[in-house]
């Protein structure tokens, strides 16, 4: 499944597609939970850290690096 999106440039438009692999839901969630922590500015780095490292894991073995 894909979803499009643009991205605007000066005096260009640009369409990107997005594809939605096996960990793009993880990868989402992951991501709300980091930012549902900073803004309710109880902010446990040791917790954000956690998380950034699992969404980056997860992006990078989703991308096959």
Do not use: A, C, T, W
């Not at 005096?11 to 922590?37: A, T």
């Amino acid at each position: 499944m894909s979803k499009n999106i643009y991205d605007y440039y000066p005096n260009k438009v640009m369409k990107i597609r997005i594809f939605r692999d096996n960990n793009y839901e993880e990868i989402e969630n992951l991501s709300k939970q980091i930012i549902s922590i900073l803004l309710n500015k109880s902010i446990d780095k040791g917790k954000v850290e956690k998380l950034q490292i699992k969404m980056d894991n997860l992006i990078m073995d989703s991308l096959g690096i």
